[in-house]
């Protein structure tokens, strides 16, 4: 090939430095991020094959064999389930309303800024207006914040053991994650119907319900259904601290070394999940545009044509009506426990004593070291959880470790069957490593290492693999299929294909996954301390048995800037300030909306 | 003698049952060869394409390359194949988020060790990365080198897609309507490029157009596909105005199954003879 002239020569030194200061110092200050955090956390990977561990680890394995499925048992286990139920459905009901409520005020194209306030003057008025938006805002991000385990402590010093403290718990914390992705949804609708409606003088009620509601009626729908499988997930942890549910029977059967009576409430816990996830994965493909010949259906619709010829959808309301009504009953909202004059008064009194918080030096000083050990368990769980993930992830990728049954060449069928068998073991696995929440592998990891922070960082690491995965898998598997085609026709061997065609495309979904996911797990490990996973937790806990109340105002003030700093630093990272958390809802709505998957290959 | 396809037919599996996509096709290429594939949209002509460079398989009928099955060889050979061919698509098929650069060095993909291919992701080597501004320069990119793939117009994608070829510098090119997305001053310079560059190097070129005066213009051979059979398969001196005229009349006229059923039998019929015809040349 002729050599080309001009261009060429100063570009290459340019474009491909190599090692620069800067590369080096970014290298370097993650080298020692790691080694920091692994000092902190408290890892020892010798401590997973010592002798003692791996015999309580066989002990337990053994004792699973076979489930508890005695009759008796398995009543216990139906009143568990259905409480966990309750609290999910109560606490999902409860959350979206004073969410809507909460991002109704939130959203400031209504409030603050925007087409509907262009022609407005300033004044005390206005003033006042953008003051209620973001307090709502500011409120939204607390209740955020927190953790929900956190929370559901609270409610359980508040209004006593079992179920109520949960719900109560669950409802104000979705509360917060729904309010959020509410307002974010209302302000990004097509503000061209809002002017319009705002010119012919609608009021902002409205202009909410005539411009912005049908607009994002279905995406706030999908989400909301996409939060319920969240909400169902926590609901049936809660049970460790005391907040009702199959958690505590997990607990109970744990600490009374009943291991058959764990496997089947494990089995049942996952067999409810995957219900739910499928349930609510066909209401949301009935909720994508064009899904039917009936084209979309919304629960909330305000169209009463579609209501005349859609009787079954009247069925689906009463069911839904149905079962918020029982659960607020199961769960005490309804049956006088909240009502009885003793459970509001505790709160207010538990509420009065927190206060002022206690922020002495020499109290804030022990803080420091559960502070940062907190952060190391966050970060070396995400980075065994990315190991776990990175390794699972590609032959549970169907489009990578299984034949094109279509593509040229011979296949051998020894070949084909190993593909599709490694296939769904790695499914099998990573579904089993999701499918077991963090708290029960904390309860695991304890039995092989011993109570600590290492505990702790395994079991975020075992979820966290799980979960992610799972998610790796399906972005490699969505990405467009064009260019991977192209580079299959060039000759190029499948892990060149995934390292020049698939990775370009999806990185950037990958890099957010696993952003959220550090966010998430930071959150947990605040809390894992409660059932002796090491962190700030373990004060927590001691701060609530022994009444410390103004400490525990402190400790949660500390978790809350701790979460809302790491929010700042993940949207620094990403270069788009403010902008992250509803790019991600926006992935995740995506995500949960789509059913393409296996479509994404398909021939045309 | 690099293709000799005998019957070879693609059935689509779809939810409204079979579809067949091309049925009884028989031609060879022989090395060197210039050739047009034309024929209206919906002929089977993409389809055709997947088959010859192997990213698709036949249902039935043998396609050999280089005088080797296809559904015979390993999936090392069938690599060793694919490396030979050079596609251009007619969607370009560029990673979006890769740079001009970047996707241009993908086609030394056949050529590389894994190693290689991940040390070339971060800093591939000076004498392959020269190559690969050869040949945007080639193409008139070399300014954009640096241009996400997604940020380059349909045209400079195009052009892109044939710089990607230039660098695997395969035997044999198959281009899939390279110069739809082009003007008229730019066709005729890739259209230059690609015939000489066929020429120079002794590479076998096969390209598909819907366009019957640029097929004449440039190809010496020219293949027709017709509702999934092949309709004549002439060269250019002998093909006539009627044959030209009769492999759109159906499309556009509508009336298509009516006429397809008597007439095009006898042209696919023919397709079997004009195999030995072309290989005996």
Known sequence: MSKPAGVSHEYYSSEYKGWTLRRLAVAGSLVALVIFCWRFAEIRPTSLVDPAGVVSVGNFIRNMFPPDISLQFLRVVAVAAGQTLAIAVASTSLSVGLGLLLGFLGTPILWERGVM???????????????????????????????????????????????????????????????????????????????????????????????????????????????????????????????????????????????????????????????TDSVSRTLRRRLQPNAGRDGPRTFFSSNGMQRRYISGKQIGVSAIVLAIGLSFYFTGLLNGTLADSGAIARMGRFAARMFPPNFEVEFLRSLVLPLIQTIAIAVMGTLIGIIIAAVLALPATSTIILNDGDAAGKHSWINRTTRRIVYTLTRLLLNGLRSVPELVWVLVCILAVGLGPFAGTLAIGLHTGGVLGKLYAETLEEVPVRPIEAMRAIGGRPLQVLVWAIWPQARPTLVSYTVLRWETNLRVSTILGLIGGGGLGQIIYNSVQLGFYSNLATLILLVYILVITTDWISHRLHGQSGALSSTISKLIIQNYMSWRKGQAYSRP | MIYRLQDVS????????????????????????????????????????????????????????????????????????????????????????????????????????????????????????????????????????????????????????????????????????????????????????????????????????????????????????????????????????????????????????????????????????????????
Request: hydrophobic residues 45%; neutral net charge.
């Open chain 1, 117 to 275: 306030l262009a022609g407005e003057p300033p004044g005390i008025r206005r003033l006042v207006q953008s003051t209620i938006s973001r307090l709502a805002r500011a409120v939204l991000g607390f209740f955020r914040a927190v953790p929900d385990l956190l929370w559901a402590l609270l409610f359980v010093v508040a209004v006593g053991l079992g179920p109520l403290a949960g719900t109560l718990a669950l409802s104000v914390s979705y509360a917060g994650v729904l309010g959020r992705v509410y307002a974010h949804l209302f302000e990004d609708v097509d503000p061209s119907a809002i002017e319009a409606l705002h010119a012919s003088g609608a009021t902002r009620i409205q202009v909410f319900l005539r411009a912005i509601w049908p607009q994002a009626a279905s995406t706030v729908t999908a989400y909301t259904l996409y939060s319920f499988e969240c909400c169902l997930r926590a609901a049936s942890v809660l049970g460790f601290i005391g907040a009702g549910g199959i958690g505590y029977e997990i607990n109970v059967s744990m600490r009374l070394f009943e291991y058959g009576q764990v496997l089947t409430l494990l089995l049942t816990l996952i067999a409810m999940v995957a219900v």
């Open chain 2, 10 to 281: 693609k059935v689509y599996p779809t939810r409204h049952g079979p579809v067949s996509s091309i049925s009884g096709v028989s031609f060879c290429v022989v090395e060197r060869e210039q050739m047009a594939l034309l024929g209206p949209s919906g002929a089977g002509k993409t389809t055709l394409f997947r088959l010859l460079n192997a990213t698709l398989l036949a249902t039935s009928g043998s396609l050999a390359f280089a005088g080797e099955d296809v559904l015979k060889m390993s999936a090392r050979e069938l690599r060793g194949m694919r490396r030979r061919i050079g596609t251009i698509y007619q969607q370009h098929h560029l990673v979006p988020s890769l740079t001009s650069l970047e996707n241009t060095l993908c086609g030394n993909l056949g050529r590389w060790s894994l190693l290689h291919t991940i040390r070339s992701t971060f800093r591939p080597s000076k004498q392959e990365a020269e190559q690969a501004m050869a040949a945007l320069e080639m193409v008139g990119l070399a300014d954009k080198y640096r241009a996400r793939a997604d940020e380059l117009s349909g045209g400079q994608q195009q052009r892109l897609s044939i710089a990607r070829v230039l660098v695997q510098d395969p035997d044999v090119i198959l281009a899939d309507e390279p110069f739809a997305s082009l003007d008229p001053a730019l066709t005729e310079s890739i259209a230059s490029l690609l015939l000489t560059l066929a020429q120079d190097r002794k590479r076998t070129l096969i390209v598909t157009l819907h366009d019957r005066e640029m097929a004449l213009r440039y190809f010496p051979r020219i293949v027709a596909l017709r509702e999934g059979g092949i309709a004549f398969d002439m060269s250019r001196d002998e093909v006539t105005r009627e044959a030209l005229e009769g492999l759109y009349v159906a499309n556009t006229t509508q009336q298509g199954s009516v006429a397809c059923e008597v007439d095009p039998s006898p042209a696919i019929g023919k397709s079997g003879a004009s195999c030995e015809q072309t290989c005996g040349r």
